[in-house]
């Protein structure tokens, strides 16, 4: 029997720090709810599904955001480090949605691409190995108070939280889950 997410030894990892504000985006999505299934249609081709990006829309932005950032980020992978489906970032502060589809093959919004776990600057959809329990994609939006990160499409997500560092205003988060 395949072991589920909750069974696999787990490593500390220091999480990214808080927002400099007590503020929180409201990230939802038409795309699939909190806590539902990630419909086929978002899902990684490998999976059977149309790797098209989700829709996403944020309010609540506090004063002094001049971008945002998306990742995308499956806690629940066997690497011991989670995995990156989607990064993207120096998105204007005048945006609140990025639309189905905006972030399949390349940059939503008017932002850029980091470089995924998929070795890909664009979304890849959930993809988790098949007969492992549902695993969860935390698609977080970040508020912040510079209007480049200065990454480019060979960033990675490690170094995007890093580069994050001190510019959090406020972040939001909707996650959604998949198996196969």
Not at 112 to 133: E, H, L, N, T, V
Not at 149 to 170: C, N, P, S, W
């Given at each position: ?135 969860r994609y935390v698609f977080t939006v970040y508020a912040l108070d510079v209007a480049a ?22 972040t939001g988060s909707i996650t959604g889950t998949f198996a196969h």
């Open positions: 029997m395949p072991a589920s997410a909750s069974t696999f030894e787990t490593i500390p990892v220091r999480a990214p720090e808080r927002a400099s504000k007590n503020d929180s985006l409201a990230v939802t999505s038409q795309s699939f709810g909190e806590g539902a299934t990630i419909g086929r249609d978002f899902v990684h081709t490998d999976c059977g599904g149309g790797n098209t990006s989700p829709h996403l829309r944020w309010k609540n932005a506090p004063p002094g955001t001049k971008s945002f950032a998306i990742t995308c980020f499956d806690p629940d992978a066997p690497t011991g480090s989670g995995y990156w489906h989607w990064l993207v970032f120096d998105i204007p502060a005048s945006m609140t949605s990025v639309e189905a589809g905006a972030g399949t093959g390349g940059s939503p919004a008017g932002g850029r691409s980091g470089y995924s776990d998929f070795s890909i600057s664009s979304y890849g959809g959930p993809c988790p190995p098949k007969g492992d329990a549902p695993h990160l200065g990454a480019d499409e060979t960033t990675t997500g490690a170094t995007v939280i890093f580069k994050m560092r001190g510019h959090v205003l406020a």
